[in-house]
Every structure is written in structure tokens, then in C-alpha cells.
């Protein structure tokens, strides 16, 4: 959620934005109960595999009609990550990479004591990628031997994600992005624009690739090596995973849910319709459908029917320039022409702030200007909520306004509930540091999440004063790993990730 100081003539406003959705279209779940989270699944033809972490590896003989465990004799079922190769499955869990050649009748692990926390895969023809918590590490004989394949990669670059496309292969760690035109030879950095370097997912498009973060999703150009970044309508910016069609990009995000952008990453719209939890894992595909993995169930929907019932678009232009002077204009962005389809209303326990002529709304193309126009010598604050509707489905926009008196405020301070999030991990002291700098009075929540969305511990939930606030998180009894650091003060509330390491 962005926040951005503005002024016009002696007043103050924030500017809060929260994303949501009412549609009737409808994702179809799997009468089938897991029994641990989703965190991977591969396809081929009728049959369909599940590595759950927690329960092991399922499969389906037909597309999810009936489910068996297949984990047989494996000694680790957190499993993080599935793939098939020719009659073969891989499967990485936190301990070891097990692989399969009868369909789970019997597993066999590697001997390859360095390879830990596997949480990806890559085929190459008969050669396989594994991504593992120190790098990278490869196999010509179907997993009989691996060897390292790291050099250009970053000393301690725990592996995320894998994709192809063309002639380059990418990898994502918590480095940063990398790519390889040697099959993982070598490899070179090509994190550009990137702040988040945790990269956690990685998805092919045109010639180049989708780059996931726990920070936003960006667009990685091959000939120019430049990094866009492209979170136009998500809710949550922390991916889990990124699906790629010919006809359109998923991502799963984290405390989000589902979203589908179809031009290409420039803007997303909120797809969970019904889906119940708000976090997304794993993604798979066919030719016409397409599954999700959601908590301990599996949710699936007709490519078809997904694309012929997306909700109308509302975003704002970010990073745009707001006039010093009044009246403040705000430049929205909506996906429909029609001029008399976005409507305004406003609430406020002070409505003398903002008398019902100091808002208005003119339309060019698919931009409309808000105006507001506060009055004079009112401060306090209110909601003003935006609603597009087609007819059938609508997506709304909720803003938060907050008209301060310029002398009651700390000038060296943007005005926003929280304008500093930072979190860090300390490997000698095995310390997770969280910072942030209120602004104002406020219930501050800070909780700490596994990959898999699971709650780990409450960091915080207290009445804070303003000013800047260090807390620190003892680490020793956890495992290595991704973790989320979820902060929430009011309205503001973002995620961050944070790799534990020693």
C-alpha cells in the first residue's frame, strides 16, 4: 500500500489505496482434503501430482476425481517442490532431493549431503537443474549423481525458481536474478532495478520473463537487461509463484490471494472470487484449465470462463505528480471509456471537511481526474470510496484522506501512519530486526509467517507512540529460510520477506 505526501496551499493530505472486488464468477475446489498445505504440482495428461508439505506426495490418475499418497518410504514429507522427467519424478523436500522411477512403489534419496532445501526444479532434456539452499546443482544420469553448477552465483545464493525461454535459462534466489546461455554453466547477475533481491518466482513471457519478489512483480527485458516494475492492482506485492499463458499472467501472492494481468504485468485484477484463503501457493496448467493450490485443497477453473468474467480495472497512477496548489487533482485509471461508469461516494465523522461540491470527477479516455476541494480551516479525516462497474461485475477503490492543520505537524516527517518499513536478519546474533517510523498514535501488529503462510509467532500487537521503533525477533530455535514479516498500523499494512541464514 503506497502513502505520498501532498500539499496544496497550507494543507496536508495522505492518500491511502485498498484494492477490492465483488464478481459472481466461480472457482471449482476438489472434494479432497490434503491434510497439509499445497506447495507443488505438475500434470501429464489425465494424471496429476501434489507435493504437500507436511503429508508427502499425492497423485490422481484422473485429473483429481481420486487421490492416493505415493510417499511410500520417503523420510521427509515436507515436500517443497515436484517435477516429472520422462519416467521419472522428482521431489525436493527440506532434507534431500527423492526420486522415483515406478510411480512411488519405492523412492530412492540422493547422496549428495549439500543439498538441502530444495525448492526447485528445471528439465533440460536428460539433463535436471535442482535449486537448493547452496545453489544450484545438476544431473545427466536421472539422479544418481549431482554436481554444483554455481559459478557466477553469488556466495550463499539460496535457489527459488527456475525458467527457459529460448536460449537462456534464469534463475531466482535470494541474491537476486541470474541467467545462463549454458544451460548453468555460468551464470550472470541481472538484478537492475530490483531492490527486494529475494526473487520467488520466476514465469516465461514473449522473449524474455516475469520476475516475482517478496516485494512486487517486475518485467525483465533480455536486450536491454532493464527490470520494470509492474504492480499496477495487487493487492499483496509478496509472490509465491507466477503462472504464464499465452494469453495471460497468475501470480500468488501472499495474504493477497489470485491475480490475472493480461497485458502483460502492466495492470492485475483480483481473480479469488470464491476462494476462501487468502493465500496462494502453487500453480499448474493445461491446454484449458488451470489449478491453484490454496491450503490443503486444490481449486481449479476453466481457462475460458476465467477470461470472459474479469472485473473491470481501478487503479491510480503511481508515483504521479500532485499540484502544490488547490485543488488537488488525482488521475485514476479505469479500463472502460464509458464516462458515467466510475461513481464516488464519501463518509466522514467530520463531513463539514469536504461539503459535497468539493468532489468531482471528469472523464478523458480511460483517465479520470478527481478533484477535491477541502474547506477551508476543516481538518480531520474521511473515506472516499470509487466503484467501476460494467453491468455485471465491480471493482472498487477506497481512499483514505487525512487533512491535517500544517501547525500541529513535524515538517521533517512525511505524513502517512508509517513511512520507514525495514526488516533485516543478523546470522551472528540469529536476530530478525524490524523497523518502521510511526507517525501517528496507533495499534501497531507485527507477525512473522513461514513460506507456506503459516504463523509463526506475534512480534508486536500494542498501542505505539509516534516515532521510530526497533523490534527484534530471537531466530535460534527456527530452520533457515524465507519467512514473512507482516506489518499492519491502521490502514497501512505491507509485507516483507526475510531470509534466516548461518
Given at each position: 500500500m503506497n502513502s505520498r505526501r501532498m500539499l496544496f496551499g497550507m494543507k496536508s493530505i495522505?492518500?491511502?489505496f485498498l484494492i477490492s472486488g465483488t464478481l459472481s464468477a466461480q472457482w471449482k475446489k476438489f472434494d479432497f482434503n490434503f491434510g497439509a498445505d499445497v506447495a507443488s504440482m505438475e500434470i501429464r495428461n489425465n494424471e496429476m501430482y501434489v507435493g504437500t508439505y507436511g503429508k508427502g506426495?499425492?497423485?490422481?490418475?484422473?485429473?483429481?476425481?481420486?487421490?492416493?499418497?505415493?510417499?511410500?518410504d520417503m523420510s521427509n514429507l515436507n515436500v517443497q517442490a515436484i517435477k516429472l522427467a520422462g519416467d521419472y519424478i522428482f521431489v525436493g523436500t527440506e532434507s534431500n532431493i527423492f526420486y522415483t522411477s515406478d510411480n512411488g512403489s519405492s523412492w530412492s534419496k540422493i547422496k549428495n549431503g549439500l543439498i538441502k532445501n530444495?525448492?526447485?526444479f528445471l528439465v533440460l532434456d536428460s539433463m535436471i537443474l535442482s535449486g537448493a539452499e547452496l545453489g544450484v546443482y545438476y544431473t545427466t544420469n536421472w539422479g544418481i549423481n549431482w554436481d554444483a553448477a554455481n559459478q557466477g552465483l553469488q556466495k550463499g545464493s539460496a535457489i527459488n525458481a527456475f525458467a527457459k525461454n529460448g536460449k537462456y535459462i534464469y534463475t531466482g534466489a535470494n541474491t537476486g536474478l541470474y541467467y545462463s546461455w549454458d544451460n548453468g554453466a555460468r551464470w550472470v547477475?541481472?538484478?537492475?532495478?530490483?531492490?527486494?533481491?529475494?526473487?520467488?518466482?520466476?514465469?516465461?513471457?514473449?522473449?524474455?520473463?516475469?520476475?516475482?519478489?517478496?516485494?512486487?512483480?517486475?518485467?525483465?527485458?533480455?536486450?536491454?537487461?532493464?527490470?520494470?516494475?509492474?504492480?499496477?492492482?495487487?493487492k499483496s506485492t509478496a509472490i509465491f509463484d507466477l503462472y504464464s499463458h499465452s494469453k495471460f499472467i497468475l501470480a500468488a501472492t501472499y495474504h493477497g490471494g489470485v491475480f490475472i494481468s493480461t497485458n502483460k504485468g502492466q495492470v492485475w485484477k483480483d481473480v479469488n472470487y470464491n476462494i476462501p484463503s487468502e493465500n496462494s501457493y502453487c500453480f499448474a496448467g493445461t491446454g484449458s484449465t488451470i489449478y491453484v493450490g490454496i491450503d490443503s485443497s486444490i481449486y481449479f477453473r476453466?481457462?475460458?470462463?476465467?477470461?470472459?468474467n474479469l472485473p473491470p480495472s481501478i487503479y491510480q497512477i503511481p508515483d504521479q505528480d500532485v499540484p502544490a496548489t488547490k485543488p488537488i487533482k488525482i488521475n485514476i485509471v479505469v479500463d472502460d471509456e464509458k464516462p458515467d461508469n466510475l461513481q464516488f461516494s464519501f463518509s466522514s465523522s467530520k463531513p463539514e471537511i469536504i461539503a459535497d461540491t468539493g468532489i468531482s470527477v471528469t472523464s478523458k479516455g480511460t483517465n479520470r481526474i478527481l478533484t477535491i476541494n477541502p474547506t477551508p480551516g476543516k481538518y480531520g479525516s474521511l473515506v472516499i470510496k470509487a466503484t467501476i462497474s460494467d453491468g455485471l461485475f465491480s471493482s472498487s477503490t477506497t481512499f483514505s484522506v487525512l487533512v491535517q492543520n500544517p501547525n500541529s505537524m513535524d515538517e521533517s516527517i512525511e505524513p502517512a501512519t508509517i513511512n520507514l518499513f525495514e526488516t533485516?536478519?543478523?546470522?551472528?546474533?540469529?536476530?530478525?530486526?524490524?523497523?518502521?517510523?510511526?507517525?501517528?498514535?496507533?495499534q501497531v501488529i507485527v507477525k512473522i509467517f513461514d513460506l507456506m503462510g503459516r504463523k509463526i509467532s506475534a512480534i508486536a500487537d500494542e498501542l505505539m507512540t509516534p516515532g521510530l521503533h526497533e523490534l527484534n525477533f530471537e531466530t535460534s530455535l527456527m530452520n533457515d529460510g524465507i519467512f514473512f514479516i507482516n506489518i499492519h498500523a491502521g490502514l497501512f499494512e505491507r509485507t516483507k520477506k526475510v531470509m534466516i541464514y548461518r
Open positions: 495522505i492518500i491511502l506426495v499425492f497423485y490422481s490418475p484422473d485429473k483429481g476425481l481420486s487421490w492416493t499418497n505415493i510417499s511410500g530444495i525448492r526447485a547477475g541481472v538484478n537492475g532495478s530490483i531492490i527486494n533481491r529475494n526473487i520467488t518466482a520466476l514465469a516465461p513471457i514473449d522473449s524474455n520473463v516475469i520476475v516475482g519478489t517478496a516485494d512486487g512483480i517486475f518485467y525483465h527485458n533480455n536486450e536491454t537487461t532493464g527490470n520494470q516494475r509492474i504492480v499496477y492492482g495487487l476453466d481457462i475460458t470462463d476465467l477470461l470472459s533485516s536478519f543478523d546470522p551472528i546474533q540469529s536476530i530478525i530486526s524490524v523497523k518502521f517510523n510511526l507517525i501517528i498514535s496507533e
